[in-house]
């Protein structure tokens, strides 16, 4: 009873707060006004679809999140396995260098990032001195979300997936080499599936968080394409279409509950104590 009571506030808070206002909204969405009636149609989202902004939007935002999801994957992991294999001093210093990010507020990481890689920022003065005279357009655009989005999340997901690394016997780890197995061959047959529960849940909560983020794009994305949180705002604030900006949000809670899934499993795969 005692746990019960600790468990129902919470979730009354979720129900009443979150799912409940949530629900409302949707249901908003589907309520159309004909001939004087209220019913439920599909029409907005119909709509939605048929405007070719939102749709590149759509479009543009899970290109975007799925390409930072990546990068940011793939550093994390492989600093993730440095800081849980490597002694030395170059070790301990990143250990504490890569969490800086996390202390960082987003909005000034991002005019910072806009700083250094506009046209005549630090990127661009560099290779003006080693010759380089057309430098890529790195920030007000796809780029410049993707690396600042990268930059913003690299430190929780090395945590996360450190978490699961610290987690492995070392004697498993001993036992690979033992029988002659490589650095490549060790991690393919016995890191990586043992991590997979950190590697899941990393993946999922990236996907989720870059995929709502809204200062990052923002300030540091371009006019067009936008992210639909962008779009979201606009709808809602500057074109007083608060019917597409709810549909919107709607369709980004759909996305999001596919990764949210992938999240609950690898989380009751972990309790169960299947990895």
Same mark, same amino acid.
């Given at each position: 009873m005692t746990g019960l009571a600790l468990v129902l506030p919470p979730f009354f808070l979720l129900i009443f707060f979150i799912l409940v206002p949530a629900a409302q909204a949707v249901l908003e969405t589907l309520r159309v006004e004909r001939s004087g009636q209220i019913v439920y149609s599909l029409a907005r989202y119909v709509e939605m679809f048929h405007t070719i902004s939102l749709?590149?939007?759509?479009?543009?935002?899970? &290109?975007?999140?799925?390409?930072?999801?990546?990068?940011?994957?793939?550093?994390?992991?492989?600093?993730?396995?440095?800081?849980?294999?490597?002694?030395?001093?170059?070790?301990t210093l990143l250990g504490a260098l890569f969490?800086?990010?996390?202390?960082?507020?987003?909005?000034?990481?991002?005019?910072?990032?806009?700083?250094?890689?506009?046209?005549?920022?630090?990127?661009?003065?560099?290779?003006?001195?080693?010759?380089?005279e057309d430098t890529p357009s790195l920030v007000f655009n796809a780029t410049?979300?993707?690396?600042?989005?990268?930059?913003?999340?690299?430190?929780?997901?090395t945590l996360v997936l450190l978490a699961g690394l610290q987690g492995i016997d070392d004697a498993l780890i001993d036992s690979a080499r033992d029988v002659g197995a490589g650095a490549l061959r060790t991690f393919l047959a016995v890191v990586l599936p043992l991590n997979a529960v950190a590697t899941i849940i990393t &993946?999922?909560?990236?996907?989720?968080?870059?995929?709502?983020?809204?200062?990052?794009?923002y300030?540091?994305?371009?006019?067009? =394409?936008? &992210?639909?949180?962008?779009?979201?705002?606009? @709808?809602?604030?500057? @074109?007083l279409r =608060?019917?597409?900006?709810?549909?919107?949000?709607?369709?980004?809670?759909?996305?999001?509950?596919?990764?949210?899934?992938? @999240?609950?499993?690898?989380?009751? +795969? +972990?309790? +169960?104590?299947?990895?």
């Amino acid at each position: 009873m005692t746990g019960l009571a600790l468990v129902l506030p919470p979730f009354f808070l979720l129900i009443f707060f979150i799912l409940v206002p949530a629900a409302q909204a949707v249901l908003e969405t589907l309520r159309v006004e004909r001939s004087g009636q209220i019913v439920y149609s599909l029409a907005r989202y119909v709509e939605m679809f048929h405007t070719i902004s939102l749709r590149r939007s759509v479009g543009f935002t899970v &290109m975007v999140t799925l390409a930072s999801v990546a990068v940011t994957f793939v550093l994390a992991y492989a600093l993730a396995l440095y800081l849980r294999f490597s002694r030395g001093w170059v070790s301990t210093l990143l250990g504490a260098l890569f969490i800086i990010p996390l202390f960082i507020p987003t909005v000034i990481a991002s005019f910072a990032m806009v700083t250094f890689l506009e046209h005549h920022g630090y990127i661009a003065t560099l290779l003006h001195y080693v010759g380089v005279e057309d430098t890529p357009s790195l920030v007000f655009n796809a780029t410049g979300i993707v690396l600042t989005e990268v930059w913003a999340s690299i430190p929780f997901a090395t945590l996360v997936l450190l978490a699961g690394l610290q987690g492995i016997d070392d004697a498993l780890i001993d036992s690979a080499r033992d029988v002659g197995a490589g650095a490549l061959r060790t991690f393919l047959a016995v890191v990586l599936p043992l991590n997979a529960v950190a590697t899941i849940i990393t &993946m999922s909560l990236l996907f989720i968080g870059i995929l709502g983020s809204f200062t990052i794009p923002y300030l540091v994305g371009g006019n067009a =394409p936008q &992210m639909m949180s962008v779009v979201m705002t606009n @709808y809602f604030t500057n @074109y007083l279409r =608060p019917d597409i900006s709810v549909s919107l949000a709607a369709l980004s809670f759909v996305i999001a509950g596919l990764a949210g899934a992938a @999240y609950v499993a690898g989380v009751s +795969r +972990r309790e +169960r104590g299947a990895v």
